[in-house]
């Protein structure tokens, strides 16, 4: 029989795909149209009977990838304008005291949703715990700057669906006061704004940052972005004016106006220092000391550069003088970049360029943020996934991960970055790590400390490293970031 859960809107109803209880589209906020665009996300109206919940609900508003992500990265649109939904695994909905895992999808701020099938959240549930995920407004909906509406509309959104799960995931057997928040690349930003935001009080206990550090723009920069897409559309940089425009017609100009990569540069959408929903700056806020009382688990792929680099070839048009004039562009020394070629003998110039870009922007910004919470109350603890996919020069990119974290690697969506054989024992090992977090606040290896313990997922077993290539973050540290 399927399964029916009262939540403080209505009662749904789920299916029951094979021992887990499954409810898809549950909305936690209205819809944003009409008088809701561009304002906080309001609640929705409750509903009279039984509402089916067996179908994602609908995406917000997005271009697809570009070729050749395209092809890597599936990420289905469900049409409809009820985009502020979300989705439950439940072992039992009968249960009680269950951990509760909330995942924020990634994709730049612009790409993505919960209906990818990477995504699924049936081994979480097969392992114990309520497993929730989450659709936010994208883009220029999502992430705008206006003079006339509220900044960080996505990261409310985001926040509005955390309360639901601290309202209602009881219902569904979790444990509100048990809430790990975990998410990848523009999700685990997210999270490090939630985690700086006044407004995340109460809602969760540990968070993961997946390939995603605290970063946030000041208006000013927020509303260039916004001004570039005004200045395609021809309408003043404005709330209503946005409003008044075709969506089809709005996406195009977006997808005209933001299209830099995050490792390559170029007009994107960022969180904001609104002195409201994110009072400052997050990367100073967390080193700080706030939310210290959380307990954190944070890493980033050895080669994220890869995704961005390998598949249009931008690798191979890297040149020393490339190279060089980029060195220049970020301050990065000479020094550093040595440490680097020193590092990786027959590296190309491109190769060079990735590492560098991986560290500076990831990972050395991760090590900080470990580095400053070694006096916090709760514990950090660090991870490295270098298993390096077959396809087509992958290596071990940016989002690998992410099918290993939910031991999905069967599903089509997994395989195009994956390959068909990719190793079940390691995802054994990082989805149980990722379970056992959220359920203990312990992934199974040493708290970072002065030492530096890191856990490397490879083609090796798993394994603890003290301080893995602490020569090139000396070399970062030299220079004085």
Known sequence: MDPIVTTEYGRVRGRMEGAVAVFRGIPYAAP????????????????DGVREAAVFGPTAPKNPYAPPLDQLLPDPEVAGDGCLNLNVWTPDPGAAGLPVMVWIHG??????SSAV?????AAFARDGVVLVSVNYRLGIEGFGMFPDAPANLGL??????????????????????????????????SIAGMLASPYSAGLLRRAVLQSGVPSAVTPAKA?????????RLGVPATAAAFAAVDRARLLRAQGEAVSGSPLGGGAAFDLVVDGDVLPEDPARALSEGRAGDVELLLGTNTEEYRLWFVPGGTIDRITPLTLRLALIRFGVRGRTAAVYRANRPGASPGEILGALATDLLLRMPLVRLADARRAAPAATYFYEFGWPSPVGGLGACHGLEIGFVFD????????????PDAPERLADAMHRAWVDFAAKGDPGWPAWDGSRPVMTYGSAEPAVV????????????????
């Open 32 to 47: 944003p149209v009409g008088p809701h665009r561009f304002r906080p996300p309001a609640a929705p109206a409750p509903w």
């Open 107 to 112: 994709g730049s701020l612009r790409y993505g």
């Open 117 to 121: 099938e990477t995504y699924d959240g």
């Open 156 to 189: 409310r959104d985001q926040l509005a669906a955390l309360a639901w799960v601290r309202r209602n995931v009881a219902a569904f057997g979790g444990d509100p006061d048990l809430v790990t928040v975990f998410g990848e690349s523009a999700g685990a930003f």
């Open 223 to 231: 509303r260039r972005t916004t001004r570039r897409v005004a200045a």
């Open 408 to 419: 999905t690697l069967r599903v089509p969506a997994t395989v195009r970055l994956t390959g």
């Open 466 to 481: 003290r301080a893995p290539r602490d020569d090139e973050r000396r070399a970062w540290e030299r220079r004085g970031r």
